[in-house]
């Protein structure tokens, strides 16, 4: 007789599956930098592999939201995770026979995006159908969970990918991801599948252009104040935290007078933040029901971004960016959570990836303002104005809208 897992099995083998080919995406992303830079000694490359990584994901979105929401979502992910596997091989291989090619490496770079900006919300859009009847706050906790595999594998990967540069070459330290993928695809199937795909009904209506392109999932957005709620904030949130972590080495260089070094302890304290913070929310500190607990995340960061901006010693901006990641860590799994709660079953997938592509492209644009506003008022001011941003930001979506939660039966541990 098989074993019947239950909805804490099935969510832990998805959390372990995840940290393992979080912490190899990590090192992947480190040692491609590196190559690229090693490579072409050319910054506007390193700049072009950047906006690879971000762009399919935002052109894709509404395509990849609508697979999830047409087909049983473990199977979606089990065929992207594998296609990942592959294409993160390909690069070593090629390098091991002297064919590596920095365009070459580019279009893996890009096809191996594609795969990942579809993963990540697909991740999130299968969580309620692994907890079957959980809980508001039971989805939030989960959410949180597994954005902290993310905030470890982005402290935990640039080490162990910087220790590995040191004894092999780029190309197979950018292997290692193919490994920790194929663990990720391991955990994966060992799920059992519980999402109940009608597929009578499925079959019965009749797919239209709009339905493949997300066009159901962007009704029901403009339908829903709270998922309106919620990609407004998650936009917010995108064009705070890319921009932010951009700012920091001009903050080093031209505030601080520091290198190198600086840097990483910044970039350490803002990773630190945000990880506390969700490991945290993934023990229940707060609760989906609080409707305005991210924007007044929103509020408090705001002042400690202002304070960033004119810190002049390392213990000053080391605090603030700690404070600055955990208060803006809050937002993710909220937003996530809201999300899960409040998206029509049918198209959860798809509102998952246009909340997705507005936090992709709201950091785009802030990071491609940044250099004109460094300019013309200045870094310091730049930071106040991230800072106010972020203030009235959250003055506005304090404004509370209707929240139909669903009963909440008995909460459950998953961490």
């Known amino acids: 007789m098989?074993?019947?897992?239950t909805a804490e099995e099935k969510i832990r083998h998805l959390f372990r599956g995840q940290f393992i080919s979080q912490v190899g995406e990590n090192i992947a992303r480190v040692a491609l930098l590196f190559y690229i830079y090693q490579a072409t000694h050319s910054v506007s490359t390193v700049a072009i592999t950047g906006i690879l990584q971000n762009f399919p994901s935002l052109l894709l979105s509404p395509i990849t939201g609508a697979l999830y929401d047409h087909h049983d979502k473990k199977k979606v992910l089990l065929i992207i995770d594998l296609c990942r596997t592959l294409l993160s091989f390909v690069a070593p291989v090629l390098f091991l026979f002297h064919d590596l090619t920095i365009p070459v490496l580019m279009v893996i770079v890009f096809l191996t995006t594609i795969c990942s900006g579809a993963f990540g919300p697909g991740l999130y859009a299968l969580i309620p159908s692994l907890l079957e009847n959980g809980s508001s706050k039971d989805i939030l906790k989960a959410n949180a969970t597994l954005q902290t595999t993310g905030n470890a594998g982005l402290l935990i990967g640039p080490v162990l990918g910087g220790a590995?540069?040191?004894v092999m070459a780029a190309p197979f330290v950018m292997g290692i991801a193919s490994l920790s993928f194929f663990f990720s695809v391991v955990f994966l199937w060992k799920i059992q599948s519980t999402e109940k795909i009608n597929v009578r009904e499925k079959s019965?209506?009749?797919?239209?252009?709009?339905?493949?392109?997300g066009g159901k999932g962007v009704m029901a957005i403009l339908e829903t104040p709270a998922l309106k709620k919620a990609i407004i904030t998650y936009s917010v949130f995108g064009l705070l935290t890319i921009p932010l972590t951009l700012l920091l080495p001009e903050l080093v260089k031209d505030i601080l007078r520091k290198g190198g070094m600086t840097l990483g302890i910044l970039v350490t304290g803002f990773g630190i933040g945000q990880l506390a913070m969700?490991?945290?929310?993934?023990?229940?500190?707060?609760?989906?029901?609080?409707a305005n607990t991210a924007p007044m995340a929103l509020l408090g960061s705001s002042i400690f971004i202002v304070f960033l901006g004119k810190s002049t010693t390392i213990p000053e901006a080391f605090f603030c960016a700690l404070v600055v990641g955990g208060l803006l860590a809050v937002i993710h799994p909220i937003v996530h959570a809201d999300v899960s709660i409040h998206a029509p079953k049918a198209v959860l997938g798809s509102v998952m990836t246009l909340i997705s592509a507005g936090f992709l492209l709201f950091a785009s644009i802030g990071a491609a303002l940044l250099p004109l506003l460094t300019h013309s008022i200045g870094l310091s001011k730049t930071f106040a104005l991230l800072g106010v941003l972020s203030l009235i930001m959250g003055i506005i979506l304090k404004t509370p809208v209707n929240r139909s939660l669903?009963?909440?039966?008995?909460?459950k541990d998953f961490v």
């Not at 098989?2 to 897992?5: D, L, S, T, W």
């Not at 969700?278 to 609080?290: D, N, P, T, V, Y």
């Open 2 to 5: 098989n074993h019947v897992q």
């Open 164 to 166: 590995l540069l040191s």
């Open 204 to 213: 019965e209506e009749k797919p239209t252009l709009g339905s493949h392109l």
């Open 278 to 290: 969700s490991i945290l929310m993934s023990k229940g500190i707060f609760g989906a029901q609080k």
């Open 406 to 411: 669903r009963s909440s039966p008995p909460e």
